[in-house]
């Protein structure tokens, strides 16, 4: 079956992200930022952010989603793509 070997293969393009964990030091910064790439308001946010790991988005861009998980790397959570 070397014609699904080629399909894996493909990079993807389109990832989802996911919050792992986060500093409760730094959780309002965390919503905040969750705010800003989602469309989700406050108290949606801080829910999100309270049940990690959880979902924050699907389907990003790949270049989109290393932007956010550098910059929520640096506030203090843990996001993969997947």
Excluded: C, N, Q, W
Aim: glycine share 4%.
């Amino acid at each position: 079956m070397p014609a699904m070997a080629a399909e894996e293969k493909k990079e993807k393009t389109a990832f989802d992200l996911k919050l792992e964990s986060f500093d409760a030091a730094a959780k309002i910064k965390i919503i905040k930022e969750v705010r800003t790439f989602t469309d989700l308001g406050l108290k949606e946010a801080k829910e999100l952010v309270e049940k990690a790991p959880a979902l924050l988005k699907k389907g990003v861009l790949k270049e989109e989603a290393e932007k956010i998980v550098e910059k929520m790397k640096a506030i203090g959570a843990k996001v993969v793509m997947e």
